[in-house]
């Protein structure tokens, strides 16, 4: 929690003194980075700022609090296109949390705001949130009481990208994050993912 707030001016630095700020308070594309990194910067990255990403997973999850997370990695992604054209982003990440917990969380974004996208800030239209699908029971943040297993995992991605309709504009999946972070067989439906963009 902050307990002061600055301005700058012109003449320098002011120090007003303040009662704290809840971060709900604090737009997020304004609030300090969580500075979470990937640990394994090598494993292959899409090209979007990874920490507007991470303060999604550990602030708007719902889940858990920001001093409850461990570890936060990017596990694969993709971007897609439809004949709309709407541009969707999907991201997978899993978390380490105290207490022996792990979450997986998927997000979204709309890059570029489709034509029936109307009013709201540039951040709320483009901004990353929680992948929501209204038509179907599933949840983009999923809590277990310890490191997933290959059902869990699978389970939850179960709806995981499937191509009809779309065009698929990049996509990775960082298997040395995956193996050093879960330690699992790779699922098939994101193990295809670096074979697809190698062709």
Known sequence: MRKSTVF???????????????SAAVPLAM?????FVPS?????????????MTRVVVELSGSWSRREVLAVELLAWYAVVDDRPLYVNVALFVVRLSGGRWALVQLAQN??????VAGGSSQLRTGWSPYLIFDVDWNPVAVFKGKPSTLE??????????????????????????????????P???ARLNVDRAK
């Open 8 to 22: 700058a001016s012109l003449l320098g630095i002011v120090l007003i003194a303040g009662p704290p700020l809840s």
């Open 31 to 35: 609030r300090p980075p969580v500075e």
């Open 40 to 52: 394994l910067p090598k494993d292959t990255l899409p090209p979007w700022t990874y920490d507007d």
């Open 111 to 116: 890059p570029i705001p489709g034509p029936f």
């Open 153 to 186: 995992v699978d389970a939850f991605l179960r709806f995981w990208f499937e191509q009809g309709g779309w065009q698929v504009l990049s996509q990775g999946f960082r298997t040395q994050t995956w193996q050093a972070f879960l330690g699992l067989p790779a």
């Open 188 to 190: 098939p439906k994101l």
